[in-house]
């Protein structure tokens, strides 16, 4: 299972539970975090991911697509 988190323009990704809390529990001394749980986009990128595959990727596609739109 992956697990993500996203904290002052950090994304995190993993697959081991226990390392993501202690991550998460250090950054949340430091920064205020949000756990978004299942991430689909961050920052105008699609996040597109398939747990049983362990695929994770990245799709710009939105964004340029407002780029284009706007010029």
Known sequence: MLFT???E???LDGNNLKMMNTIKQLLSSIFE???MCD???VL???IVSNHPKRILGMCQKACIKRVLELF
């Open 39 to 41: 991430v689909r986009y």
């Open 5 to 7: 988190l996203y904290a």
């Open 33 to 35: 975090i949000k756990d």
């Open 44 to 46: 105008g990128v699609k």
């Open 9 to 11: 323009g950090i994304l």
